[in-house]
């Protein structure tokens, strides 16, 4: 079935500039519609429709980076007007067309799926060192030693660290999964550390070894410069948020640039923030699971989207848990990464999700 899936998105992705038929998609495969739309849904977790809805959008921002007209692009992806094209774009990432080609922020990768024989992903590994070059040859500044690059975990740090391939600069990591448990209005404070203590069901002492005491840097040495390395997907841009939240709150006065990449291929966007709106989203998002009333870069729009669905019981995560239950939960795991990469989970939130749910 697969095969079929991968023939699906195969056709879906040489008509996107084509008005889409289901029933045209059908008499390509074979099948009846409702079959196609079913298994589709079975087996990637995302329907057909929404989909090419994704997938359209997302390389419309390539158009707009190369400044074509708006009018242009939304013809082109099937849209009737410039506002029914801007209507879908800022649904999706939380701005405006003509927002993004002037400001060009970093916006969650919606990439075409692959699927394998063994209904895998293809992935790509492009060498973190050229794309540090590209940096270094860019922004040299961002090297120095009165820099601090703060990492998206314990892995990242380490090959960065290790590599020093920041140069003389600082690193720590950020050793947390904000996206899950509850939290506390202040960052970093004792009752924050308590609750998120208790959440991850671990003691405060060996919580504060793990995520506070690799941090010290950060709460005892001023930077000129802060470097945030947080992937698009929503488990990093949570951990994101609540960094920016802290740098608020504790009244940081140097610049903050975020270098967004995907986990599968490691192209550096790179963007420098303005501290203001964060610790009011932060208590927004992730202390009273609220949208945001502030406007956020659409990266971390797309992240609130998914983190506040993921909070409800009948979430993607947990359908397609429910019906794929006869899956070993090994088994289930791996799909559940291949399904879901802008969820961005880890092997403890998932095996919680299927245990609960099971």
């Not at 994704?54 to 849209?79: Q, V």
């Not at 947990?318 to 939960?329: E, F, P, Q």
Request: hydrophobic share 35%.
């Amino acid at each position: 079935m697969n095969e079929q899936i991968q023939l699906m998105i195969d056709w879906i992705e040489t008509n996107f500039k084509n008005k889409f038929s289901l029933d045209e998609l059908s008499n390509y495969m074979g099948y009846s519609p409702y079959y196609c739309s079913f298994k589709f849904h079975q087996i990637t977790g995302i329907s057909i429709r929404r989909y090419i809805l994704l997938r359209r959008l997302y390389l419309s921002t390539e158009d707009l980076a190369n400044n074509k007209k708006i009018i242009d692009i939304a013809f082109d992806y099937g849209y009737s007007s410039h506002e029914a094209y801007s209507r879908a774009f800022k649904n999706i990432f939380g701005i405006n067309p003509r927002e993004y080609q002037l400001n060009k922020f970093p916006v969650q990768s919606i990439v075409k799926l692959n699927i394998n024989k063994n209904g895998e992903w293809n992935k790509m590994n492009i060498s973190k060192k050229i794309e540090v070059e590209k940096l270094r040859h860019d922004r040299s500044e961002l090297f120095d030693k009165d820099v601090l690059h703060i990492l998206n975990g314990q892995v990242m740090y380490e090959e960065f660290n290790n590599n020093r391939l920041m140069g003389e600069s600082d690193y720590a990591p950020f050793n947390e999964a904000m996206c899950v448990n509850e939290t506390t209005d202040q960052t970093f404070d004792k009752e924050f550390i308590l609750i998120r203590a208790v959440g991850h069901h671990e003691p405060v002492e060996r919580y504060m070894e793990k995520v506070i005491a690799p941090l010290a840097n950060l709460f005892n040495k001023e930077y000129k410069c802060i470097v945030l390395w947080f992937g698009e997907d929503m488990f990093c841009q949570m951990n994101l948020l609540t960094i920016l939240a802290y740098l608020e709150q504790s009244g940081y006065e140097g610049k903050v640039f975020l270098n967004s990449f995907r986990e599968d291929e490691f192209k550096v966007n790179q963007t420098e923030l303005k501290l203001g709106p964060y610790h009011s989203v932060y208590k927004e998002v992730l202390v009273n699971h609220a949208k945001p009333s502030h406007e956020v870069m659409p990266v971390l729009y797309q992240a609130i989207n998914i983190y506040l669905d993921m909070l409800n019981e009948d979430n993607p995560v947990v359908k397609y848990i429910n019906k794929n239950k006869a899956l070993s939960t090994k088994e289930m795991i791996n799909r559940l990464f291949e399904r879901f990469p802008t969820i961005g989970y880890g092997d403890l939130q998932y095996i919680e999700l299927i245990n609960k749910n099971r």
